[in-house]
């Protein structure tokens, strides 16, 4: 049992039993996110996963499908935090998953840097907003807006905690994927897997996946572009089997 405060409701994640709280009016998460989850490369048995802008702990909730490691999701804004508390505790999931509300600019001292095996970012993809954008709703500005954050310090932040040869995975907009791996390599991540998305076959990519490695050897490999649509409106067969986790 939940206690939904007003204008929440419970949605299921593609392919499991896992339910999340959104609400349109703060943050619902979308396909980037549980694709991202999807993405990375993660430890099966053991190992620490760090999401970070975790809003409402969807991709936490995602790797436990995958991966027995201890998960931290680091978000800024108080709503979001206990969103995804409340949503751990709904899903039998708080020895797994701890919920921390911080800037990842001001980690707290009991999240140590160099520790984590994986850390994951969905961050916000806009670089600016409009006053009247962040005054009709705040709380989804800062999750699309880079407010409290840029691109730049999602890498630099995901470097300094992330183990050496540990794996640093994004998802973002293609036309940020020059920035992207500029800052990792300028941070000592080297990408090495990449991966398109694509609304329908005939339009082009509308979100990147990458992944690199802390310290890693130069090579990247692009793996088959993922479309999400086929020309009857309906899931393509390749990417259900991704997003559903088949």
């Given at each position: 049992?939940?206690?939904l405060q007003e204008g929440e409701r419970l949605d299921f994640i593609a392919g499991t039993p896992l339910k999340v709280i959104q609400s349109s009016q703060v943050f619902s998460?979308?396909?980037?996110?549980?694709?991202?989850?999807?993405?990375?490369?993660?430890?099966?048995?053991?190992?620490?996963?760090?999401?970070?802008?975790?809003?409402?702990?969807?991709?936490?909730?995602?790797?436990?499908?995958?991966?027995?490691?201890?998960?931290?999701?680091?978000?800024?804004?108080?709503?979001?935090?206990?969103?995804?508390?409340?949503?751990?505790?709904?899903?039998?999931?708080?020895?797994?998953?701890?919920?921390?509300?911080?800037?990842?600019?001001?980690?707290?001292?009991?999240?140590?840097?160099?520790?984590?095996?994986?850390?994951?970012?969905?961050?916000?993809?806009?670089?600016?907003?409009?006053?009247?954008?962040?005054?009709?709703?705040?709380?989804?500005?800062?999750?699309?807006?880079?407010?409290?954050?840029?691109?730049?310090?999602?890498?630099?932040?995901?470097?300094?905690?992330?183990?050496?040869?540990?794996?640093?995975?994004?998802?973002?907009?293609?036309?940020?994927?020059?920035?992207?791996?500029?800052?990792?390599?300028?941070?000592?991540?080297?990408?090495?897997?990449?991966?398109?998305?694509?609304?329908?076959?005939?339009?082009?990519?509308?979100?990147?996946?990458?992944?690199?490695?802390?310290?890693?050897?130069?090579?990247?490999?692009?793996?088959?572009?993922?479309?999400?649509?086929?020309?009857?409106?309906?899931?393509?067969?390749?990417?259900?089997?991704?997003?559903?986790?088949?």
């Amino acid at each position: 049992m939940v206690n939904l405060q007003e204008g929440e409701r419970l949605d299921f994640i593609a392919g499991t039993p896992l339910k999340v709280i959104q609400s349109s009016q703060v943050f619902s998460f979308s396909i980037d996110a549980v694709l991202l989850g999807r993405f990375v490369s993660v430890p099966i048995q053991k190992g620490k996963i760090l999401d970070l802008c975790t809003g409402n702990g969807v991709i936490p909730l995602v790797l436990t499908g995958r991966s027995k490691a201890d998960i931290v999701g680091v978000e800024i804004q108080p709503r979001l935090v206990d969103m995804a508390k409340r949503t751990v505790t709904l899903n039998d999931s708080a020895n797994e998953i701890n919920i921390v509300e911080a800037d990842i600019n001001d980690m707290p001292d009991n999240i140590q840097k160099s520790s984590f095996d994986v850390v994951t970012c969905n961050p916000p993809y806009f670089q600016t907003v409009t006053d009247e954008e962040k005054n009709k709703n705040e709380h989804l500005a800062i999750a699309r807006h880079e407010i409290y954050l840029i691109l730049e310090d999602v890498v630099r932040v995901s470097s300094q905690y992330v183990k050496q040869k540990g794996k640093v995975a994004i998802v973002h907009r293609p036309e940020r994927l020059t920035d992207i791996m500029t800052y990792m390599r300028m941070h000592r991540i080297e990408p090495k897997r990449i991966q398109f998305v694509h609304p329908i076959e005939e339009k082009d990519a509308n979100m990147v996946l990458v992944e690199g490695i802390k310290d890693g050897k130069p090579g990247v490999v692009c793996l088959r572009p993922l479309v999400v649509y086929n020309d009857k409106g309906e899931y393509t067969k390749a990417f259900r089997e991704v997003y559903e986790g088949k």
